[in-house]
């Protein structure tokens, strides 16, 4: 005589929810942007910029950033954090700063046991538009579209952060490692030129 056992019940990951908090780290103004992934559908949660050009020491704007970032965790309890990956280049004191400035974000994540992964910039936008040298408006735009949110157009920072989120769905089977692609010679100097604003 077989007797039935219990069946066993598996998950469809298609209808879990899962909440990602993108960052795009700056120690002039930082973005951040939250989504919620449910029934493979994504929504916008939650989108803005952090000012920090007020306060008035470097270390202060850290904190600040810091406390911040936390802040945030604590109220939409993400599952996962997605941030650019680190740049390299010659301009030193532009890097540390930037540099600097991902790891007190990186920090308050790890403070609360959340998941990291970084993507280069070029792959936010291949992800995100389809082409790696996507304007900031192009990307604003397609992240809207693929949200369904009329998005401020002038809060590039909370957008491309908010690309962020969207392109680590996309790629939500990536593991939480630095990548060690090689970058092209000038991709600093060009993310500094146009991201000078971030950068104190």
Not at 110 to 119: G, K
């Amino acid at each position: 005589m077989i007797i039935p056992t219990q069946p066993v019940v598996v998950p469809d990951r298609r209808t879990t929810e899962k909440i990602i908090l993108g960052v795009d780290p700056g120690t002039q103004v930082a973005g951040y942007g939250v989504i919620m992934i449910k029934g493979g559908v994504m929504s916008m949660i939650q989108y803005g910029v952090i000012q920090l050009s007020k306060y008035s020491t470097y270390q202060l704007k850290l904190q600040k950033l810091h406390e911040t970032i936390l802040r945030i965790i604590d109220e939409h309890k993400p599952d996962e954090m997605a941030i650019e990956d680190p740049f390299f280049g010659k301009n030193v004191q532009a890097m540390l700063k930037l540099g600097r400035a991902q790891g007190v974000v990186m920090a308050a994540a790890l403070s609360r046991n959340i998941p990291i992964v970084e993507y280069a910039p070029r792959r936010i936008k291949q992800s995100v538009t389809g082409n790696g040298n996507a304007s900031k408006d192009q990307v604003s735009h397609m992240v809207g579209h693929l949200l369904k949110e009329d998005l401020n157009p002038q809060f590039f920072d909370a957008t491309d952060a908010l690309a962020i989120a969207v392109c680590h769905h996309f790629h939500e089977n990536a593991l939480p490692t630095v990548s060690n692609k090689k970058t092209k010679k000038g991709a600093w100097g060009a993310f500094v030129s146009e991201n000078s604003n971030r950068i104190a």
